[in-house]
């Protein structure tokens, strides 16, 4: 079955960065795109960015560009989402989700980055 | 960017009665390819979410018939039949048109 497992909790100071993991297994990973998403503690979905398996293509939101880089690792089939100058505000859970037909069919199970000094 | 709202932000319901949620876009979501790729995804306490239905009205495997998905343009809405215990939660929408991908801000359902 599809599996998207995740890093563990990270907490990090203001400034500092933080690089997460996904790896994948149970599908051909170079078939498929991965999102990431994050929800803030008792907030909405987020969109980050999307990479595809060979990572020539790479789509990151606006508000996250110059701070965030979204990386894969193909003979591990994991992709790894760094995200850069950390503040309060980037304090979240972060989910790697498959992109499926334009969706996201397969999630993470999350990984909470906490920014705090 | 398309923003999605969604009302009601909360819908208590009584187990076995039928709920409903609306989402609209700021702009159509149909595609220059024909699709209108709206998509609603279930998200349980503690849990990650969960896709539920895609392209307007498309069941995600896996996924019980309670649940159905209408509508077109810029509206839409998601109903579930008879409400059980198991579809506590939030629901989201979530246009897949372009990007960047956005949500609605979620509708919390809840048992009455």
């Known amino acids: 079955q599809v599996l998207l497992v995740q890093s563990g909790t990270e907490v990090q100071k203001p400034g500092a960065s933080v690089k997460i993991s996904c790896k994948a297994s149970g599908y051909t990973f170079s078939n498929f795109y991965m999102h990431w998403v994050r929800q803030a503690p008792g907030q909405g979905l987020e969109w980050v960015g999307i990479i595809n398996p060979t990572g020539d293509s790479i789509s990151y939101a606006l508000k996250f560009q110059g701070r965030v880089t979204m990386t894969r690792d193909t003979s591990t089939s994991t992709v790894y989402m760094e995200l850069r100058s950390l503040r309060s505000e980037d304090t979240a859970v972060y989910y790697c989700?498959?992109?499926?037909?334009?969706?996201?069919?397969?999630w993470g199970q999350g990984t909470l980055v906490t920014v705090s000094s | 960017d398309i923003v999605m709202t969604q009302t009601p932000l909360s819908s208590p319901v009584t187990l076995g009665q039928p709920a409903s949620i609306s989402c609209r876009s700021s702009?159509?979501?149909?595609?220059?390819?024909?699709?209108?790729?709206l998509s609603w995804l279930q998200q349980r306490p503690g849990q990650p979410p969960r896709l539920l239905i895609y392209k307007i009205s498309n069941r995600f495997s896996g996924v019980p018939d309670r649940f159905s998905g209408s509508g077109a343009g810029t509206d839409f809405t998601l109903k579930i039949s008879r409400v059980e215990p198991e579809d506590v939660g939030v629901y989201y929408c979530?246009?897949?048109?372009?990007?960047?991908?956005?949500f609605g801000q979620g509708t919390k359902v809840e048992i009455k």
């Open positions: 979530m246009q897949a048109t372009q990007f960047p991908r956005t």
């Open positions: 989700a498959r992109a499926w037909n334009q969706y996201f069919d397969y």
């Open positions: 702009q159509s979501l149909e595609h220059s390819d024909g699709n209108t790729y």
